[in-house]
T-cell receptor, first 114, second 116 residues
Framework: DTAVSQTPKYLVTQMGNDKSIKCEQN?????MYWYKQDSKKFLKIMFS???????INETVPNRFSPKSPDKAHLNLHINSLELGDSAVYFC?????????????FGNGTRLTVT | AQSVTQLGSHVSVSEGALVLLRCNYS??????LFWYVQYPNQGLQLLLK??????LVKGINGFEAEFKKSETSFHLTKPSAHMSDAAEYFC??????????????FGSGTRLQVQP
C-alpha cells in the first residue's frame, strides 16, 4: 500500500554512464516532483509535473530529463553522470499544484557516482 | 522569492524535556508554512501546516507550531520529547511565482537528538 514508491533504492554507477530512476504514486494526485538532497541534507526542487505537463524546471543541467507517461508516474533519466550528481533523489506528489497542498515523499534513491 | 531559515543545525534534548526547533521565514505576501520530519533512510513526512486558518497549528505526534507574523517565525514545539522523536526536521515555505508555478522552499534542516 506504498503511496509514493521509487526504484531503485540504491544506485551505484561510474562517471559517464546513463541511468534512470522510476517513481509511481497511487494516491490519485495531480502533481509530481523531483527533489535533490545533497550531503548536507539541503533539499532543492528540480522538476514538477501537473497532469503530465511540466510546470517547474529549475536550473538543472540538461543531462537530467524527466518524463511523465501519465499522471501517476514521473521518471528521471540522467545522461553522462558526473561525480557531483551523487545525492539522494526524492520523488514526491501532491493532490493539486496549489501552494497549500502538502507533499508526499517517496523513500529516496541514493545515487553514488564513482 | 521566499526563503526560510532554521536556527541551529543540531538540537539535543533529554527525554521528557521541551522540544523547540526554530524557523524564520521571509515573504512579501502571506505564506503557507510547513514542518516535515525525516527519519533515517526515509522520505519526508508532513508534521503540520499553516494556511492562515489559525495561528496555532497542531500536528501529529504531539507537535505544534505557532505562526507569529510580527516575528516572521513558525517555531515547532513539543512539551515532552520521546526517544522516537530523534530525526531531521525541515521547515518549508510555499513560493508562488509570477509565472504561476509553485515550488516549496525548504530550510536547511535541524537534527534533533534525544538523550535518555
Amino acid at each position: 500500500d506504498t503511496a509514493v514508491s521509487q526504484t531503485p533504492k540504491y544506485l551505484v554507477t561510474q562517471m559517464g554512464n546513463d541511468k534512470s530512476i522510476k517513481c509511481e504514486q497511487n494516491l490519485g494526485h495531480d502533481t509530481m516532483y523531483w527533489y535533490k538532497q545533497d550531503s548536507k541534507k539541503f533539499l532543492k526542487i528540480m522538476f514538477s509535473y501537473n497532469n503530465k505537463e511540466l510546470i517547474i524546471n529549475e536550473t538543472v543541467p540538461n543531462r537530467f530529463s524527466p518524463k511523465s507517461p501519465d499522471k501517476a508516474h514521473l521518471n528521471l533519466h540522467i545522461n553522462s553522470l558526473e561525480l557531483g550528481d551523487s545525492a539522494v533523489y526524492f520523488c514526491a506528489s501532491s493532490r493539486t499544484r496549489d501552494s497549500n497542498s502538502p507533499l508526499h515523499f517517496g523513500n529516496g534513491t541514493r545515487l553514488t557516482v564513482t | 522569492a521566499q526563503s526560510v531559515t532554521q536556527l541551529g543545525s543540531h538540537v539535543s534534548v533529554s527525554e521528557g524535556a521541551l522540544v523547540l526547533l526554530r524557523c524564520n521565514y521571509s515573504s512579501s505576501v502571506p505564506p503557507y508554512l510547513f514542518w516535515y520530519v525525516q527519519y533515517p533512510n526515509q522520505g519526508l513526512q508532513l508534521l503540520l501546516k499553516y494556511t492562515s486558518a489559525a495561528t496555532l497549528v497542531k500536528g501529529i505526534n504531539g507537535f505544534e507550531a505557532e505562526f507569529k507574523k510580527s516575528e516572521t517565525s513558525f517555531h515547532l514545539t513539543k512539551p515532552s520529547a520521546h526517544m522516537s522523536d530523534a530525526a531531521e526536521y525541515f521547515c518549508a515555505v510555499s513560493d508562488f511565482g509570477d509565472t504561476g508555478r509553485r515550488a516549496l522552499t525548504f530550510g536547511s534542516g535541524t537534527r534533533l537528538q534525544v538523550q535518555p
